[in-house]
């Protein structure tokens, strides 16, 4: 793998993006509706994913096999790294740091969630329809309620930050003036992706979704 370590490093960082981020946009958006349009709306948004044509295949092609590859091998980086943000207190470090962290933190979420909502799902625990009395379950917890606003901002803030790395080493922004306008961009992401989580979760607490 040392051998390869460009070619891996770049497969890393396009698949964060894509299909990974283009994932992260549309499960934000449909739980959204948990907020805009309340249980109908959600469930509509739930009708509409789940009838795409190849679903499945979709799933594992365009989604469980990348976030594979992206978690195992970024804990891999994870480890390789030198963590030294106490050391050079600049800001990019400290982010640095935080990608780090946060996709350590984002991976065991992950499949976390994963378990608690999809795998109950393939096992015939819950249906579609039961998906937004399930996570109504989950965080009227105040516990997995706080765990899973931190997840949602874990995996936010990693893929925010990362979108910033991923424009430099694909060449995209290559000046220090389009570096800094990304870096607005890449913060206006984190807050709108952000505030669509956070929205939902305080959602589907709601009674209208027993």
Known sequence: MAN???HWRKL????????????LFVHATANFQSFERGPEGFAR?????NSLPF??????????????????????????SNLNAGQYAYGRNRAFV??????VLTFIFVFWHFFQIRLQVYL??????????????????????????????????H????????????????SPRAQRVSSYLCMGVFVLLSALFIGSLAAFRGDEFL
Request: glycine share 12%.
């Open 12 to 23: 890393h960082s396009l698949l964060g993006v894509i299909p990974l981020g283009g994932f």
């Open 55 to 80: 679903v499945a295949a979709l799933e594992i092609i365009g989604i469980y096999l990348p976030i594979l590859f992206h978690g195992i091998y970024g804990l891999y980086m994870a480890y390789q």
């Open 4 to 6: 390869h370590s460009y």
């Open 45 to 49: 948004a739930v009708q509409v994913i």
């Open 124 to 157: 015939g625990n819950v249906t579609h329809e039961e998906l937004g009395a399930r996570l109504h379950e989950i965080v009227s917890n105040p516990v997995f309620f706080v765990l899973y606003i931190v997840g949602a901002l874990c995996a936010v803030f």
């Open 98 to 103: 935080l990608q780090r962290i946060t996709g």
């Open 159 to 174: 893929f925010s930050n990362g979108l910033w790395a991923f424009l430099i080493s694909w060449g995209i922004t290559i």
